[in-house]
Each structure stands twice: as C-alpha cells, then as structure tokens.
C-alpha cells in the first residue's frame, strides 16, 4: 500500500470516511476479478415464488389492517437520480438535428428515431405540455410564424435547456409526472399519498426519501405542503464512494494528482437504510408511481406487508421458544421443516445429526436476520433484475435477486438459466429489520461484499474500471431471509424513457 499511496492520499482517504482496507479489497477485485454469481435455476410459482388465491390474498390484507396500528411502518425512497436518462433520446436529437439542412421525419427515417416520432404525436398528452408551451411562447414569442418543425424544435429546446424547463437536468422526483383537476403530481408526490395505505390514528405516516443535497430545497417544497406526514431526507455518504483505476488496475488520478472516486451505486443505501428505526420498511424506486390502478396497488402493497407481519410472528415464536431452552426435539423438527419450507433455505444434511444444543443454535442463526418479501411480477420484457436460486460458496440453495450484470453470459448453462426466467424484480419490498428481542439488526452485517461488480467508463475522455457496490436489493441483502410472492402487472408503472408518459397508467386517472 506504501508504494500506491502517498501520505497525501491517505489523508485524503481518511477525510472522505473511507477505509485504506476497503480500497485494498477493490484493488484486489481489480485486479483478480469478482466471480459471477452461479445461477441454479429460475424461480417460478411454487419453486421460490408464492401465488395466492384471491380468498388468501383477501386475508393477508385483512391480517396488514388488523395489525398495522402495533407497528411503526415507513417508506424508503430511493429519490437521488438525475431525469437525464429520460430526456436522452430528445438531447441526442437536439445535438444532431440541422434545424437549417434537414426535417424532422427524415431525421427520425435516418436516425430510426422511432422514440422521436412518439414524443411529437403525443406532445399534447405531456402533463407539462401546458407548462412548456407558455415557457416556449415567452423564449420565443415569434413562434407562431415559423414551420411545424421549428415549432417542436423550439418546445424540446425549452423542455432541456437551462434557460427553459432544464428537465434533463433536474431530479427525476421532481418532474411533473402526471396532471389531475389541471394541477402536476410528481413522483414526490405520488409517492406519499400512496403511503395512505398503512397511515394509522394520532400516528403521522413516515417516508424517507434519498437525495441530492443541492436540491433538497426542491424536494422541500412539494413535501411541506404534506403536513400529516413525517418527512425525512438522507444523502449517499460519501464514505461509500469507490476508488477508480485505470484500464491496468492503477488508481486513476485527475490532471492535479488526487484520487478520483466515484459513487458506489444504489448499494451505497443500505447505510441509509441501516439508520431507520421502524419495525416495517417498504422500498420503492422513486419513478414506479401511476395515475391509475391505485386500488390493486394498494392491497397488494397490503398483501406483501401482511406476509411478512405473518411470517415475522411465526418467526419469532421459533425463535422464543428455541431461547427459552425448553425446545423438544419434535419442536426442532417442526421449526427445520418451516425453515426449509417456508422460507426456502435449506439446512445442511448433517444437521439431523448434530447434538440438541447445536441444533438449537443453528436455528437461531438462520432464523434471526432481517426478512424482506418482495413483490415479483411476470416478465413481460422489462429491464431489470429477477428471482432466482443460487448456489453460495457453501454450496447452500438460497433465493436472491440478481442483476444481469451478475450473470455470466459467455458461459451457455447461466445465459440459458437467466433467459429462462418468467419473472423480474418490480423492486416492490417491504422490510423486517428488528430482531425477535425488539433489537434494531445492523443490516451492514448481512451484505456479501463478493456480489460487487466491475463496470467500464470513461473520465476526462480516458477508459477507466470502476467497482458498484453490492445492489441494494442484490448483494446488500444477500444474507436476509427472502420471501418471493407474485403481483399483478398494474402493480409495475416506472418511467425510465419520458415517452412512458404516455402510457395509459400515466394519463388521467379513470375509475378502473
């Protein structure tokens, strides 16, 4: 470490909260490569993913509204992205549009546009349409004279530019998603009134949302007009930031000399997630809100709580009894066959074998960890990561969320496992992170470190390798016992392309 790091470096390492001996494991990443994660098959209904009649799914929701008043729920909002992936069709078309020499639909023909084109034909349907034309009219007030073309140039113009509505340059959380009674609702928003649905008497509803520090004003000022609800912020820590290198593992260094470090990717959040306090956690990416649907939504968001309340109580019943020492052997065989069946985690052979006391211990340790259940949907060609069984360095079968980005696909078996899958990752969570003693658990202890991964960028115009922490919802909860559980496609709305907008759970709300 001496002869990669100077003095200078290492103060600098030490003032940004990072460890020399987390850097030291990334430099070893780098250069000896992180194994991908070994795919054992997909998980399907009744192989890894519950599927529940709709008298069974009538009464967890039942057992979530009975229930919800005993325990402190919040929400976690994952709400830092920029909106710049949204708009980048429209910022591509404006870097290469010669508004002189060209037209727009031999643009779209040439550059196969087809987003473009959906973008123009559906302008009028933008819940910000109103909101940019009287911005475009007051840039531009000749804009009534010039051709049909000019006219969409000039409105995609003032939707990015700093000077216009600058969309592409603000948080995702922020932008107007959807219009009702003429008035925006933006993922903010729609975010906290769907948080409704665990509000509880004399209690305010809490959310947390993960930010930019510079434009927490921004998030202020749609949050404080929601006075019944405990609003919290919290920014990536960046102690959690990874250090760049360049393409032959040597830390990349910018034009003064110093260190360049990079955010570590949404796994960064399991420290803010680790400094909640409630008993029950529900996760939610930040763009998955609708205009519609919100019924189904809504007692589906019930029925993955009432699981997970379900399955906490009989967890910590186990886990009351195994302590109390007054555990017969009958009991340990009815809590092995819940364990394995229950909660998908298989105990190792020799355990009938071992002696009572171990056995007992066992169990608490397998039983005692944070649970999460996650809402899994049928793929229907969205991005995204999916359910399946992996085989861990022990050679245990446990159920994960993987990304494809931890798949190795130049081997045939894992390429054709993952193109098998019928469901992927809606990221519709909710969390137990108190153990059965009332103690909060430190979640940093249940991340595997091993599920990071590499990725190639470019800084300054130079190659450089990056590493992205373990997912949030992947390796950051590696180690926590997963329960899958199907839910309905209306359940799944995001907004990664503008374009989604236009989409019929994105325009004015219907009664359905």
């Not at 069974?56 to 992936?85: C, L, M, Q, W, Y």
């Not at 729609?190 to 434009?215: L, M, P, S, V």
């Amino acid at each position: 470490m001496e002869n990669i790091f100077t003095e200078e470096d290492i103060n600098y390492i030490n003032s940004r909260g990072s460890s020399i001996e987390k850097i030291q494991q990334h430099l070893d990443f780098f250069k000896r490569g992180i194994p991908k994660i070994n795919l054992v098959k997909s998980a399907t209904v009744n192989d890894g993913i519950y599927s529940f009649t709709e008298n069974e799914v009538d009464f967890f929701v039942d057992f979530f509204d009975k229930n919800k008043a005993h325990f402190n729920i919040e929400k976690f909002v994952p709400a830092s992205g920029a909106a710049t992936r949204m708009f980048k069709f429209l910022n591509e078309f404006l870097n290469e549009f010669d508004i002189e020499n060209d037209t727009i639909n031999s643009y779209i023909n040439k550059h196969k546009a087809k987003d473009v084109s959906l973008f123009i034909f559906g302008i009028r349907n933008f819940p910000f349409y109103k909101q940019l034309k009287e911005k475009t009219l007051q840039l531009y007030p000749d804009y009534y004279s010039h051709s049909s073309d000019t006219k969409y140039y000039l409105l995609i113009k003032t939707l990015l530019n700093s000077e216009g509505l600058n969309f592409a340059n603000q948080p995702k959380g922020i932008i107007p998603f959807h219009l009702k009674e003429e008035k925006f609702l933006t993922p903010v928003e729609e975010n906290i009134i769907e948080a409704d649905f665990f509000k509880t008497q004399n209690k305010k509803t809490k959310i947390h949302f993960t930010i930019t520090q510079k434009f927490q004003p921004y998030f202020e000022k749609i949050t404080n007009l929601f006075e019944d609800f405990d609003i919290s912020f919290s920014y990536q820590n960046q102690s959690s930031d990874t250090l760049a290198v360049t393409e032959n593992n040597i830390p990349f260094r910018l034009e003064d000399g110093s260190l360049f470090f990079r955010p570590g990717g949404h796994g960064a959040l399991i420290e803010n997630l680790n400094s909640l306090n409630s008993d029950f956690i529900y996760i939610k990416n930040i763009d998955n809100v609708s205009q519609n649907h919100k019924l189904i939504i809504t007692k589906y968001k019930k029925l993955i709580g009432g699981v997970l309340m379900q399955t906490q109580f009989q967890i910590f019943n186990y886990l009351k009894k195994l302590s109390d020492g007054n555990v017969t052997e009958l009991e340990i065989k009815e809590i092995k066959h819940f364990t394995e069946t229950k909660l998908a985690f298989s105990l190792p052979e020799e355990f009938n074998y071992f002696q009572k006391s171990y056995k007992v211990d066992y169990l608490i340790k397998v039983l005692n960890r944070p649970i999460r259940v996650c809402g899994m949907v049928k793929n229907e060609g969205e991005p995204g990561g999916g359910p399946f069984w992996v085989q861990d360095e022990k050679g245990r079968h446990t159920l994960q969320i993987v990304e494809t980005s931890q798949i190795d696909f130049n081997n045939k078996i894992q390429k054709d496992i993952a193109n098998e899958a019928k469901f992927f990752n809606p990221v519709d969570i909710v969390c137990a992170i108190t153990d059965f003693q009332g103690n909060k658990f430190d979640l940093l202890q249940f991340v595997n470190e091993k599920s990071a991964f590499i990725t190639e960028k470019t800084k300054n115009g130079k190659p450089i390798k990056a590493i992205e922490l373990p997912g949030l919802w992947n390796g950051a909860m590696a180690k926590w016992t997963t329960i899958f559980v199907e839910v309905p496609i209306e359940t799944f709305n995001p907004v990664k392309n503008v374009n989604d907008l236009l989409k019929p759970a994105h325009q004015p709300e219907n009664n359905g």
